[in-house]
């Protein structure tokens, strides 16, 4: 199982960003798919999830209106647009492949891209 997040960097403040996660090794559409991020010192956060069909999202409300969750099941991708950067934003960003299995779940992790916010 691999999920790899890609297109962190520096941006400034009001910018954008586009976070794409390739995931492989299991059946994608059977899971939801999430973005948290990680702040130094703090915890981790949900920022944004989709269910396996695609047809339900939903965010934290610090970044409601300003950033959008999709995702792809044919190529096995789901991407976190990002407008509107501020930088209380800047953190590392984790995509998260979630699915309940009888009594237990299946969770998996990418290993983090950094989103850093400054003038």
């Known amino acids: 199982v691999q999920l790899v997040e890609s297109g962190g960097g520096l941006v400034q403040p009001g910018g954008s960003l586009r976070l794409s996660c390739a995931a492989s090794g299991f059946t994608f559409s059977r899971y939801d798919m999430s973005w948290y991020r990680q702040a130094p010192e703090k915890e981790r956060e949900l920022v944004a999830s989709i269910s396996s069909g695609g047809g339900g999202t939903n965010y934290a409300d610090s970044v409601e209106g300003r950033f959008t969750i999709s995702r792809d099941n044919d190529k096995n991708t789901v991407i976190l647009q990002m407008n509107s950067l501020k930088p209380e934003d800047t953190a590392v960003y984790y995509c998260?492949?979630?699915?309940?299995?009888?009594?237990?779940?299946?969770?998996?992790w990418g290993q983090g891209t950094q989103v850093t916010v400054s003038s």
């Open positions: 998260n492949a979630r699915r309940r299995v009888y009594i237990t779940w299946n969770d998996y």
